[in-house]
Every structure is written in structure tokens, then in C-alpha cells.
């Protein structure tokens, strides 16, 4: 049991190393760097991002032909459901080579010894990503069980024409935000600023990464789980008594209520990521052109934080007979220029590497926001400041635990704190249920 907790943890490096080397697959070849990243080779990638055989057979045409390399898509669901179908694999020795792996799964995937440590095959790319980016493909150490593919920095969108029509400024703090909030219900009661979603788990998780929370780290050989830490408990009251005193909406999102308040401008503002243009165009889609879009309001005045809503990897894994190739292609399909243009288009992302995502496929705004040129040079700058990400080996409990216990909040306006405690004390019982060491 040491090892699923020292594996996966965000703070024993040497030991995360050692434990992988150690207690590698069955399928390992066991010539230590593995087979050079040339053929022939076949390797198959699990992922559910649309559009990605397309990509892969740009590789299959080109670098991937000249190395004898050919990669195979295997469309497959998202989620949850992708970790449990390739934990089942591997337990089986029957795993893919490659995985698109959402950023929070990492450490499950990594505790259960489903990923391989990539950091001499493709170590060298982390130049091409934000630090904050890059983090949570490492888990804070010196392995690397993925390469970044698509961020989802958080940002603030308003409606540019209500903010000149009610006289408002765009909120540059939270304290800002809150007076935002407050002076649009007192020139137009029946409008909110926005609303506090308790659906959605993800977007609050990276509003307290921007306050610096860790929800998961290690002590020693333990978890130490922090979701109640100051800097959740600041997010959670900010948002709370906002809600608790009217100043904003407590309805959850991606409703058709919701829709329509965007599209009617009952709602004028939202804070999302950087994919949100593509939600608003069906959402909202007779206010195209009236949005635009700035950075998230800093808890300080003057810093450029934010932190992240979604966002996947792809890994290599353990049952690779072909760990080199995998990597090589990884490398490839997360750094390269044709690549990544390729992802823009045919998948929709927003790529994680940062030289992608100014320029090129991204030198246009997006048409819903053709009234802002400079969408995704505002937005390459925003995702420089990404903070760093805790996850653990059971985010999918703690996620299900904010749902349960947040809406009870938010619908009856009441104080969220114990909502933030009940979570916290879910996820910790969670851990010691399922064997894992728990610092208290």
C-alpha cells in the first residue's frame, strides 16, 4: 500500500521514481530506456477528443512513416469512465500505449500504476508550457507521466454593451467584483452579475488554485488532504455571502434557465475558461459580438493568477512495449506546429503549449467575440500566470461531495463553510476507506 500512496503523491519525488522503477509492468521489456523511438512499431491511443484520428494520420504520413511508427485511434468515452476502462485494462496487463488523461485523473492513474515516467523521453519540452501547466503533469516531481495537450485557463467574460449601459467597470479584484455585483442590483434589481453553479465542481477548484489551494499533498508516506485550507475557506465565503445577500444568482449553469438569462442578458457576466466562446455561441447565440472578455480578478491587487477549468494530457503507459515511440509521438502531437494547429482545428482545443495559442490557428478571434481582435493574445498572456494544481487519487469524491453538499447551500442561501467541511471530511474518509495513509 505505500506504494499507491508514495506514487502518486505531489511531494516524494525520489521515491515516486523509485517505486515506478521497481514496480513496473509484467509487459516491460526490461532494457531499462526502452526501444529507440523508431519502427516498427503500432501503437494504439485511447482518447475521446474529436478529430484526433485526423491528427494521428498526419503523424502516420509523415514523421511517423519516416520512423515507422503508426499510431491508432480508439475513440472512447470521457471521465470517469475512461479511468475506470484503463485502470480494468492494465490490471489485465492489457492497456493502450497512449492515454488522453484529464489533469486531475494523473494521480490515479499514476497510484495505480497504469503510467510510465516519460522524463527522459520528453522531459526537455517543458520550456514549451506555462510552469503552472506543466506542474500537473509532473505532480510536483521530477517524473513526467504525461505531456500537457489543452489548458483551460479561467478568465472573467461580461457583456461589454450592459457594463456601459448600467455604468459599470470591468472588476479587476474581487473586492471590485463583489461592488460590481451589488451596484447592478441596485440599477436593475431583476439582472445578476452572474450566478454561484453548485454543479460545478471543476470551475471551483480552479478559483481556489488561484487563491493557492493544495487540496492534496503528502506527508511522508501520507496524504494530507487541505480543501478546507484559508484559501478555500476565502472562496468559499466570498462566493457564499455574495449568494447569501442577493448580490448574485444561486441557480446552477448549463441549464435551459441559465441559457436563457445569458441570451436575454438577465445574466451580464460569467467567469469561465478559455473554451467559453463555444458554449456562449449555443447558449447565448442572439448576443454574439456584445461579449468580451478580460482577466479573472485577482484576490491582490496588481497579480496576474489564474487558475484552471479542464484541460487533458496524454500519457504513455506502463504496458507499452514501445515506450520510446509512444513518447516520441506524444512529444510530437503536444509541441509540433503542424500538430498543434491540427488540434485547434480539427479537435477545438486550446493548446497547452504556449506557442501555439497566439498566431497561426489562433491568429483569429473567435467569431462569437469578432468584436475583440486580440481574444487569444489576451488570453496566451492570462494562461502564462496559470497557478499550480493539487490533485489526488480521489477527486471523482471530493467532486461529488462539493455537488451534494454546495447546492444544499446555494439553494437555501445559507452559510457555505460547512459545506467546505463536509467535503473535506468525505474525501479524507474516502482515502483511509480505500487503504491510503492520512496525515490529520
Not at 4 to 17: G, H, K, N, P, Q
Not at 83 to 101: G, S, Y
Not at 126 to 131: E, I, L, N, Q, R
Not at 174 to 197: I, M
Request: contains cysteine; proline residues 5%; aromatic residues 10%.
Amino acid at each position: 500500500m505505500k506504494y499507491r500512496i508514495v506514487a502518486a503523491s505531489t511531494a516524494a519525488v525520489l521515491a515516486a521514481t523509485a517505486l515506478l522503477t521497481g514496480c513496473g509492468s509484467s509487459d516491460d521489456d526490461g532494457s531499462g530506456d526502452g526501444p529507440a523511438a523508431s519502427g516498427p512499431a503500432s501503437l494504439t491511443y485511447w482518447a475521446w477528443a474529436p478529430g484526433l484520428d485526423k491528427v494521428a494520420d498526419i503523424w502516420n504520413k509523415g514523421e511517423g512513416k519516416k520512423a515507422g511508427i503508426t499510431v491508432t485511434v480508439k475513440k472512447q468515452a470521457s471521465g470517469d469512465d475512461l479511468v475506470t476502462k484503463i485502470i480494468t485494462a492494465a490490471k489485465a496487463h492489457k492497456a493502450p500505449d497512449l492515454v488522453q488523461a484529464e489533469y486531475q485523473a494523473l494521480p490515479t492513474l499514476v497510484s495505480n500504476d497504469v503510467l510510465a515516467d516519460i522524463s527522459k523521453e520528453a522531459g526537455d519540452a517543458k520550456g514549451k508550457f506555462a510552469d503552472g501547466v506543466w506542474q500537473q503533469a509532473t505532480l510536483g516531481s521530477d517524473a513526467l507521466y504525461a505531456l500537457p495537450q489543452d489548458s483551460g485557463p479561467l478568465m472573467f467574460y461580461y457583456r461589454q454593451d450592459l457594463f456601459k449601459q448600467y455604468g459599470l467597470s470591468v472588476p479587476t479584484t474581487w473586492d471590485e467584483f463583489a461592488e460590481t455585483a451589488r451596484a447592478l442590483k441596485k440599477k436593475a434589481p431583476e439582472k445578476d452579475l452572474t450566478t454561484f453553479s453548485s454543479n460545478d465542481s471543476g470551475l471551483f477548484a480552479g478559483l481556489a488554485q488561484q487563491a493557492g489551494a493544495q487540496w492534496w499533498t503528502t506527508s511522508g508516506d501520507q496524504w494530507k488532504v487541505a480543501i478546507d485550507d484559508p484559501a478555500t475557506q476565502k472562496v468559499a465565503g466570498f462566493w457564499g455571502g455574495l449568494v447569501k445577500e442577493g448580490a448574485i444568482d444561486n441557480q446552477p449553469m448549463y441549464t435551459p434557465a441559465w441559457n436563457k438569462a445569458l441570451n436575454t442578458g438577465k445574466q451580464i457576466a460569467w467567469v469561465s475558461a478559455v473554451w467559453a466562446p463555444g458554449t456562449l455561441t449555443t447558449a447565448a447565440p442572439d448576443t454574439a459580438g456584445k461579449w468580451a472578455m478580460a482577466p479573472l480578478p485577482q484576490w491582490t491587487s496588481g497579480e496576474s493568477v489564474t487558475g484552471s477549468w479542464g484541460g487533458s494530457s496524454t500519457a504513455v503507459t506502463n504496458d507499452s512495449k514501445h515506450k520510446e515511440a509512444a513518447a516520441a509521438f506524444a512529444k510530437w502531437l503536444n509541441t509540433d506546429p503542424a500538430a498543434l494547429a491540427a488540434l485547434v482545428k480539427e479537435s477545438g482545443i486550446y493548446p497547452a503549449a504556449t506557442a501555439a495559442q497566439t498566431g497561426g490557428a489562433l491568429a483569429k478571434p473567435p467569431a462569437y467575440f469578432a468584436n475583440q481582435p486580440g481574444f487569444y493574445t489576451e488570453a496566451a498572456k492570462i494562461a502564462q500566470g496559470t497557478a499550480p494544481a493539487a490533485w489526488g487519487p480521489n477527486v471523482n469524491v471530493a467532486y461529488t461531495a462539493f455537488k451534494d453538499n454546495f447546492a444544499k447551500a446555494a439553494k437555501s442561501r445559507s452559510d457555505f463553510a460547512p459545506a467546505l467541511t463536509a467535503m473535506q471530511d468525505a474525501t479524507v474518509s474516502d482515502l483511509k476507506k480505500q487503504g491510503f495513509g492520512v496525515s490529520e
